[in-house]
């Protein structure tokens, strides 16, 4: 942790943002094996969202390490450091006000755990879904042939083959991609994040238009300069 740094407080605050947009960040965090369909899901999600004018973004796991995260391996620790960094790109997308779908295999409970800490402690809800489905069923889908080389040897760490998936024990949502449907999947989160109240039920533009900030008072005018000012003015 670094030392001798002050947080530089703003003068726009969260809620203000939040009134100006019309809605409130949350992260919801899919968490699941590889093929399990998180990326799938949150591609259907965001454009559920989306008709209902409401502004997300999805972090997914194969872009990021493409980009902010590229200089991380699939070890214990660079998973945890990928996870931490998602954590805290995600809680500042937040703080701007956007609905934040992240897509990280993200198997160990101690991570998202902590993935959950970041947020609690910024007072952003976290909804973690578990995106369930039987690894032979993710398996036989394997979209990029990742299970066909790691039960080769050419990919190592594999989760669900040579490294552990810890299953979410208390998960807000869990979804089983192999009994409902990719519109099925993202409808249950769109409905438990209506119903949570996390995001608004009625469409934005019935909604009264946003104010940002409240307008200033109005400055005192002295008694020598009201007589100035017409009476109409
Ligand atoms: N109900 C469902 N929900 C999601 N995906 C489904 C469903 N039914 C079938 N699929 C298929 O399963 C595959 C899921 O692949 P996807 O890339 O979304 O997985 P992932 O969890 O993001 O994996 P990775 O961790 O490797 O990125 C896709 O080919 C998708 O079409
Ligand atoms: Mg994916």
Redesign the pocket.
């Known amino acids: 942790m670094a030392t001798n740094v002050v947080w530089h407080e703003g003068l726009v605050t969260r809620d203000a943002r939040a009134k100006l947009l019309g809605q409130k960040g949350v992260t919801v965090w ?1 968490s ?13 999600l965001e454009q559920q969202l989306f008709a209902k004018k409401v502004l997300s973004y999805r972090l ?3 872009n990021i390490r493409q980009g902010l995260n590229k200089n991380l391996t699939f070890t214990p620790e660079d998973r945890k450091e990928n996870i931490r960094r998602i954590s805290e790109v995600a809680k500042l997308m937040c703080d701007i006000g956007v609905v934040v779908t992240t ?3 993200s198997p160990y409970t101690e991570d998202r755990d902590m993935a959950r800490e970041i947020h609690k402690a910024a007072d952003i809800p976290f909804i973690e879904v578990f ?1 369930d ?1 039987p690894l032979d ?2 398996e036989s ?1 394997d ?2 042939g ?1 299970y066909k080389k790691a039960r080769s040897g050419i990919i190592k760490n594999f ?1 669900g083959i040579d490294a552990p998936y810890e299953k979410p024990p208390s998960p807000e949502i869990t ?11 993202a409808g249950v989160i769109l409905t438990y994040l209506t119903e949570k109240g996390l995001i608004s039920a009625e469409a934005k533009d019935e909604a009264k238009p946003a104010k940002a900030v409240e307008e200033p008072a109005a400055a005192p005018v002295a008694e020598a300069e009201k007589e100035k000012v017409p009476a109409t003015a």
Request: glycine content about 10%; proline content about 2%; aromatic content about 2%.
């Open positions: 899919l699941g094996l590889s093929g399990s369909g998180k990326s799938t899901v949150s591609v259907e997914d796991g194969d897509a990280f295999i995106v489905c069923v993710a889908r979209p990029k990742l989760t979804l089983d991609t192999s009994k409902l449907s990719i519109s099925e999947c």
